[in-house]
Nanobody
Framework: QDQLVESGGGSVQAGGLLRLSCQASRNTFIGNSMAWFRQAPGKEREGLAL???????IYADSGKGRFTITRDNARERVYLEMNGLKPDNTAIYYC???????????????WGQGTQVTVSS
């Protein structure tokens, strides 16, 4: 079964931090790049950060600086640590697998249902 389940979202004040977690099913995780996307109200979904099968990290402009993506191959999980959060980081954050970063915007084969992040000023 192909499955991605996000957790760790919530409400935080500006300047705070959150760590999002994505638990993948084995079929979805093994051999696939993994990434985090977000969709803010009224905006299109955008890619933030990707980790390759080998653990190399790639960041979109929106994800550079305060976001860190990591991959735990033993647990079939991927994380997104976000520091210095700002109100305009408020969005639904999605985990994705089998990501194509050559496309603009990034695309993915598998998607989670998302986790809400709300940053208040």
């Amino acid at each position: 079964q192909d499955q991605l389940v996000e957790s760790g979202g919530g409400s935080v004040q500006a300047g705070g931090l959150l760590r999002l977690s994505c638990q993948a099913s084995r079929n979805t995780f093994i051999g696939n790049s993994m990434a985090w996307f977000r969709q803010a109200p009224g905006k299109e979904r955008e890619g933030l950060a990707l980790t390759t099968v080998c653990g190399v990290s790639i960041y979109a402009d929106s994800g550079k600086g305060r976001f860190t993506i990591t991959r735990d191959n033993a647990r079939e999980r991927v994380y997104l640590e976000m520091n210095g959060l700002k109100p305009d980081n408020t969005a639904i954050y999605y985990c994705a697998a089998r990501v194509d970063v050559s496309a603009s915007p990034w695309t993915a084969r598998y998607w989670g249902q998302g986790t809400q992040v709300t940053v208040s000023s």
